[in-house]
């Protein structure tokens, strides 16, 4: 128990530490006061713990929920709006009806499931590269801090594989020395305003990028660990859950993408069939992250983004080891490419584009490919 279990809130830390200062931003470019930041943080952790306990219990898989940080990363571009945070409360609920509505729409999943495995498996590598590069990174920058990480990851992925990614994370902390804050986050209710503006400015906005830079990737990447997650009733999940947390400023949760490796993939436990262990416990860590947010945020505030890239990236290595060696064909090596390029067009990210342009090239071979067959015949 102790792998999945680890796995699990590493998982959950490295999805907390690695954007939830996206998340604050977003909130307080939409109007949002401190005190309602923070409760959309903690909204937002406990609607993302709720949804990956419920999901990994009831279907025994590593269905790992995260909130929106592309739908966050849009409120900080998007800015204040008429009618303050409330009119954005108001939209982060109809895009979570939205959501709900996509998840009745059942041939959606079922277009889904039918990515083939190397196109999926070569887009988590293309996410996940990225990350993976980062602890190269962290030590030409801030040698200081994670030439340590990285020294004391190495020697335990020799001797104690289980407890090499914790004990670089404990590295790092101890590294930054950061001091613990105080307090305790409450939930601030906030009255739903609803307007056009916020509608056509925020809600489709942000329906569509939480579907397709997270929902459809985070789809793609279960799959490319074997995994066919029922979308349609994850969609349901996720969408009541942002509903239930966007009067207290959350704003969306979606199936994680690149955390998801963390619980999904084989360093979390070489039986597949147990992985959900790690899952489900990133949901209580999540939980418990959300109830302490201010010794949390007293420590990313002061960490060197780069080293937190660099620690997840540690911990991603097995899973990107694993999805290359799944790669092959003309259309996964196009999506590998597209999604590892980081290009973002129209709101969203290469993890879609990637899926979509290695989607198009394996149609265009498939119909190729029967041609021949039938002029062969």
Same mark, same amino acid.
Request: hydrophobic share 60%; net charge positive.
């Given at each position: 128990?102790?792998?999945?279990?680890?796995?699990?809130?590493? #998982?959950?830390?490295?999805?907390?530490?690695?954007? /939830?200062?996206?998340?604050?931003?977003?909130?307080?470019?939409?109007?949002?006061?401190?005190?309602?930041?923070?409760?959309?943080?903690?909204?937002?952790?406990?609607?993302?713990?709720?949804?990956?306990?419920?999901?990994?219990?009831?279907?025994?898989?590593?269905?790992?929920? %995260?909130?929106?940080?592309?739908?966050?990363?849009?409120?900080?571009?998007?800015?204040?709006?008429?009618? @303050? /945070?409330?009119?954005?409360?108001? %939209?982060?609920? $109809?895009?979570?009806?939205?959501?709900?509505?996509?998840?009745?729409?059942?041939?959606?999943?079922?277009?889904?499931?039918?990515?083939?495995?190397?196109?999926?498996?070569?887009?988590?590598?293309?996410?996940?590269?990225?990350?993976?590069?980062?602890?190269? =990174?962290? +030590?030409?920058?801030?040698?200081?801090?994670?030439?340590?990480? $990285?020294? +004391?990851?190495? +020697?335990?992925?020799?001797?104690?594989?289980?407890?090499?990614?914790?004990?670089?994370?404990?590295?790092?902390?101890?590294?930054?020395?950061?001091?613990?804050?105080?307090?305790?986050?409450?939930?601030?209710?906030?009255?739903?305003?609803?307007?056009?503006?916020?509608?056509?400015?925020?809600?489709?906005?942000?329906?569509? +990028?939480?579907?397709?830079?997270?929902?459809?990737?985070?789809?793609?990447?279960?799959?490319?660990?074997?995994?066919?997650?029922? /979308?349609?009733?994850?969609?349901?999940?996720?969408?009541? !859950?942002?509903? !239930?947390?966007?009067?207290?400023?959350?704003?969306?949760?979606?199936?994680?993408?690149?955390? %998801?490796?963390?619980?999904?993939?084989?360093?979390?436990?070489?039986?597949?069939?147990?992985?959900?262990?790690?899952?489900?416990?990133?949901?209580?860590?999540?939980?418990?992250?959300?109830?302490?947010?201010?010794?949390?945020?007293?420590?990313? $505030?002061?960490?060197?983004?780069?080293?937190?890239?660099?620690?997840?990236?540690?911990?991603?290595?097995?899973?990107?080891?694993?999805?290359?060696?799944?790669? =092959?064909?003309?259309? %996964?090596?196009?999506?590998?490419?597209? #999604?590892?390029?980081?290009?973002? /067009?129209?709101?969203?990210?290469?993890?879609?584009?990637?899926?979509?342009? @290695?989607?198009?090239?394996?149609?265009?071979?498939?119909?190729?490919?029967?041609?021949?067959?039938?002029?062969?015949?």
């Amino acid at each position: 128990m102790v792998q999945p279990i680890v796995a699990g809130i590493v #998982t959950a830390v490295v999805g907390f530490a690695s954007s /939830f200062a996206i998340l604050l931003g977003g909130f307080q470019a939409v109007g949002a006061s401190p005190a309602q930041a923070a409760s959309g943080l903690l909204a937002a952790c406990l609607a993302v713990g709720v949804s990956s306990m419920w999901l990994s219990l009831r279907y025994r898989m590593p269905i790992v929920i %995260a909130w929106s940080t592309p739908g966050a990363a849009l409120l900080a571009s998007t800015g204040a709006v008429d009618g @303050g /945070f409330a009119t954005a409360v108001g %939209a982060f609920l $109809v895009s979570s009806v939205l959501i709900v509505v996509a998840g009745l729409f059942k041939p959606l999943g079922r277009w889904i499931a039918a990515i083939p495995q190397p196109i999926a498996a070569a887009m988590l590598a293309g996410v996940l590269l990225p990350l993976c590069l980062a602890p190269v =990174e962290a +030590v030409v920058k801030v040698p200081a801090l994670a030439v340590p990480v $990285v020294l +004391v990851w190495l +020697v335990l992925m020799r001797f104690a594989r289980t407890w090499a990614v914790p004990a670089a994370l404990l590295v790092a902390v101890v590294g930054i020395a950061a001091p613990v804050g105080a307090g305790w986050p409450q939930l601030t209710f906030t009255t739903p305003q609803f307007t056009v503006q916020g509608v056509v400015s925020i809600a489709v906005p942000l329906f569509l +990028v939480t579907m397709a830079s997270q929902n459809v990737p985070g789809m793609a990447v279960m799959a490319g660990f074997g995994y066919q997650v029922p /979308f349609a009733k994850a969609l349901t999940v996720t969408g009541v !859950a942002s509903a !239930a947390a966007s009067p207290f400023g959350g704003h969306a949760v979606n199936l994680a993408a690149i955390s %998801a490796a963390l619980s999904a993939g084989p360093d979390a436990e070489p039986d597949p069939a147990r992985r959900w262990i790690a899952s489900t416990t990133s949901g209580v860590a999540m939980i418990c992250l959300g109830l302490s947010a201010a010794v949390a945020t007293s420590f990313v $505030v002061q960490s060197p983004p780069i080293l937190i890239q660099g620690v997840a990236g540690l911990a991603l290595l097995g899973a990107l080891t694993s999805a290359v060696r799944s790669i =092959e064909g003309e259309a %996964a090596i196009i999506t590998f490419l597209v #999604t590892a390029s980081g290009v973002s /067009f129209l709101g969203v990210g290469g993890a879609f584009w990637g899926l979509l342009a @290695g989607g198009v090239v394996h149609v265009f071979f498939s119909s190729s490919r029967t041609k021949e067959k039938i002029s062969a015949s």
